[in-house]
């Protein structure tokens, strides 16, 4: 129930009573000072008394140090239950009882605002203000209380996370680690939106249909400003829908070759293998071709063994069937993509012999490690038969040698 009556309408009426309670409070500890025993200590407290009773401005003292008492013992109160509920975050550890840990640590740290803001609410009740100075405090006191839970809550997301991330484990599918993190982003953004519109509220004691009424008026001009945003945030939905890519994948756009790290609501990181962490907006992502590395089924080596133009048909032909005993059911061989091995070309400097194979799985370094040693197999057994490799030269060929004989005819002139 709300007590709408008067300059301070929405507080609670639980509220009033309990600064009634903390009025009353202070009433009883003066009594017990005014009412003290004659004597000595007596003399002493009816000093103290009066000195309390004394004004700053238009405020008694014994006021002006309940505020400060309040807010410092509140400021106090936070601090030790912070330090208590991190402590026990720690103690508590992994296991099942990790969700209750982060639970305590989560909420350790808006606490102390909370903490803030109830003896500052509580002091501001033991000054005596004029009304237009507590409708200002009142308003200070609700926008921080309104703050402190939105925080709160802010924070608690962070449990969704946990909760998420551990189901996007438990599953195959990388869909769900992309969705994951967004989602908790989706919540803390609501829970922004929500926390600015009711200080919004607070502020200007207006009802939340003319503030969002106000919002749509200048929404135009907050979508005209933000539309780098608004197509990033679209991209995102199509990179959620469509899945060109997955977290972890392997992909190449626009020279950046490496795998995805984040998907994010405005743009997508990428990991390259040089270790650069690359920020792609997802307006680009969408309107980019990328080159999905990571759902190749296998890797593909295409080499050209070059040997010299002297080499006799014999030999190259004893090449070619070297390479193909090397092949033959090679390690990671598909019987649908069997190697392929080709006197292909004439080169300018040498004759070539193409050499096709495929890999499989796709994993890149046993690939690689396969690769070495189907080099170091013909270079070996091209060097038993001496099968010589070919690099690039010019040769130069001058009349008169061996082959080219030099002819030289005189002819006779006409008198």
């Known amino acids: 129930m709300v007590d709408d009556a008067g300059p301070r309408r929405g507080s609670a009426l639980g509220q009033c009573n309990l600064r009634r309670l903390f009025q009353s409070g202070l009433f009883l500890f003066f009594r017990y000072v005014y009412h003290a025993p004659l004597g000595k200590p007596y003399r002493k407290r009816c000093v103290v008394t009066q000195w309390l009773k004394s004004t700053i401005g238009n405020y008694e003292i014994w006021r002006i140090a309940a505020f400060f008492g309040a807010v410092f013992g509140a400021l106090v109160v936070g601090v030790l239950a912070r330090f208590s509920m991190q402590r026990a975050a720690k103690r508590i550890g992994e296991g099942k009882r990790k969700l209750a840990g982060l639970f305590l640590d989560s909420f350790a740290k808006p606490v102390l605002l909370l903490a803030f803001t109830v003896g500052l609410w509580l002091g501001v009740s033991s000054l005596n203000l004029k009304e237009s100075i507590a409708d200002v ?20 997301v962070d449990i969704v996370d946990h909760y998420l991330d551990r189901l996007s484990q438990s599953t195959d599918s990388k869909v769900d680690d992309m969705l994951a993190p967004l989602v908790g982003k989706s919540i803390r953004i609501t829970v922004f939106v929500l926390v600015i519109l009711q200080v919004v509220q607070t502020v200007s004691n207006k009802p939340i249909t003319s503030i969002l009424a106000g919002l749509g008026v200048g929404g135009l001009a907050v979508a005209l400003a933000a539309q780098d945003t608004i197509k990033n945030f679209f991209g995102s939905l199509v990179i959620l829908g469509d899945k060109p890519f997955e977290v972890g994948d392997r992909i190449d756009i626009d020279g950046h070759d490496g795998p995805v790290e984040v998907v994010g609501f405005r743009s997508t990181k990428i ?10 907006p997802n307006s680009e992502m969408v309107n980019s071709t990328i080159c ?6 296998y890797i593909k080596r295409v080499a050209n063994i070059t040997i010299t133009y002297d080499t006799l048909p014999e030999k190259v032909e004893k090449a070619i069937v070297i390479v193909k005993d090397i092949l033959k059911d090679h390690e ?7 190697p392929r091995v080709y006197f292909s070309d004439f080169n300018d400097w040498a004759l070539n012999i193409m050499v096709i194979y495929w890999y499989h799985p796709p994993d890149y370094w046993q690939y690689m490690e396969f690769s ?17 490799f070919a690099f690039p030269s010019q040769t130069l060929y ?18």
């Not at 009142?138 to 703050?147: C, K, N, Q």
């Not at 990671?332 to 993509?337: I, K």
């Not at 040693?373 to 060097?383: A, H, Y």
């Not at 009349?399 to 006779?412: G, P, T, Y």
């Open 398 to 415: 001058h009349a008169n040698d061996d082959k080219r004989q030099l002819a030289i005819r005189m002819l006779e002139t006409q008198k």
């Open 292 to 297: 999905n590395i990571g759902k190749r089924p």
């Open 137 to 156: 405090a009142a308003t200070i006191v609700a926008v921080l209380y309104s703050v402190s839970i939105g925080y709160a809550i802010y924070k608690l």
């Open 372 to 388: 070495e040693k189907v080099n170091l197999q013909i270079l070996t057994r091209f060097n038993n038969e001496g099968i010589e």
């Open 271 to 280: 990991r390259t293998l040089d270790g650069h962490l690359v920020t792609v």
């Open 332 to 338: 990671g061989m598909s019987p649908d993509f069997p």
